[in-house]
């Protein structure tokens, strides 16, 4: 997704870092875990991970960040999963944000994989 006009590139993540976090906050969400994935993937710079309590919780939260990120100019983000709430995906472009209902995120455990530490190139598999 492209910056917004007249904001740098790292200008641009930075904002939609710190509005992410600061709306999953004001949405009570929980368990906020933010992964820098930069270098480990292209998709985005960071990941952030999120729990609401219910599927009414975690359709609240993600409705409100939705709307953060467009007030604060960084365009509409894309969105998988609103419709049954129990994991809703928002890919901001530099921002990937996850937002679970607890048992599902304790069962696909993105923080494990995504935390992992880096192989060696010269590791064989």
Do not use: C
Not at 18 to 41: F, R, W
Not at 44 to 60: E, F, P, T
Not at 68 to 91: C, F, M, Q, T, Y
């Amino acid at each position: 997704m492209p910056s917004p006009a007249g904001i740098s590139g790292n200008a641009a993540a930075t904002l939609a870092f710190d509005t992410v976090l600061a709306s999953l906050e004001d949405s009570k969400a929980e368990n906020i875990v933010s992964i820098d994935i930069q270098g480990k993937s292209s998709l985005g710079d960071y990941m952030v991970i999120a729990s609401g309590r219910s599927h009414r919780h975690v359709s609240a939260v993600a409705d409100h960040l939705l709307k953060a990120l467009k007030d604060a100019g960084l365009g509409n983000a894309r969105v998988e999963g609103l419709a049954s709430a129990d994991w809703v995906l928002i890919d901001s472009g530099d921002i990937i944000v996850h937002v679970f209902r607890p048992e599902v995120r304790e069962f696909y455990n993105l923080e494990k994989m995504w935390q992992a530490p880096d192989l060696e190139e010269e590791t064989l598999h």
